[in-house]
């Protein structure tokens, strides 16, 4: 995954996605035949609602074989999985990228949301079947939420941990505070991703109410 600034990217291939041909690395490596079949995965999922997708739809898109697939993944649901914690740490790398940590306080802010809303618009149909879809996956789904919010509570404890920062007064958060963020901005993009707004729409919001959240005390 890559990120950019809003409104870059190459024509036909959003910053940041998952694509069978140009598989990107994940933040930890992994085999490329499983690369492989999480972007199938993600194609799929770009013309079809993820109860429709099959098995063979992934290893079609993916380019190669069912016994492939059996190999890595023991079914649909267990790629599934894979494919939201790979877009998870995926966000978190762009996040940590994009931020500069010499940057005044408030730009720091706009930043980091500019990088998260960037890597939700490379994959908008995977974080819509996420929103659909996790909740059936069951205990699963649930220790997958709860993952999921400890990566980001951790990046924002440590985006916050910097001279930079402490030189401006804007204090460590602790985990409940970063929880409140992290809840409020996915409520924030998954309301507009319902809608079919424009993500870009919310970056000013999401930037001020990160500011006010996390800034300095007086």
Not at 15 to 32: D, K, L, N, W
Not at 34 to 49: N, S, V, Y
Not at 117 to 146: K, M
Request: glycine share 8%.
């Amino acid at each position: 995954m890559t990120v950019g600034r809003l409104g870059d990217g190459v024509k036909g291939e959003p910053p940041g996605s998952i694509t069978v041909a140009h598989v990107t690395a994940s933040p930890r490596s992994s085999p490329p035949h499983r690369e492989r079949l999480l972007a199938g995965l993600a194609e799929a999922l770009r013309t079809q609602e993820y109860p429709t997708v099959t098995i063979a739809d992934i290893v079609a898109h993916a380019q190669t074989s069912k016994r492939t697939f059996y190999e890595h993944f023991a079914s649909r649901d267990e790629c599934f999985v894979a494919l939201l914690r790979h877009s998870v740490a995926g966000m978190v790398t762009n996040i940590e990228t994009a931020v500069d940590p010499d940057s005044e306080w408030p730009e720091q802010a706009r930043q980091a949301i500019e990088a998260l809303v960037l890597s939700v618009q490379a994959e908008p149909e995977v974080h819509l079947t996420w929103l659909r879809g996790a909740p059936s996956l069951g205990a699963e789904g649930r220790s997958l939420s709860r993952d999921g919010m400890t990566s980001f509570v951790a990046m924002i404890q440590s985006l916050a941990d910097t001279p930079s920062l402490q030189a401006a007064g804007v204090p460590q958060p602790s985990r409940q505070m970063a929880m409140v963020l992290v809840g409020g901005l996915r409520e924030l993009i998954d309301s507009a991703l319902e809608d079919g707004a424009n993500l870009h729409g919310i970056v000013d919001v999401a930037t001020e109410a990160t500011i006010l959240l996390l800034g300095p005390r007086s």
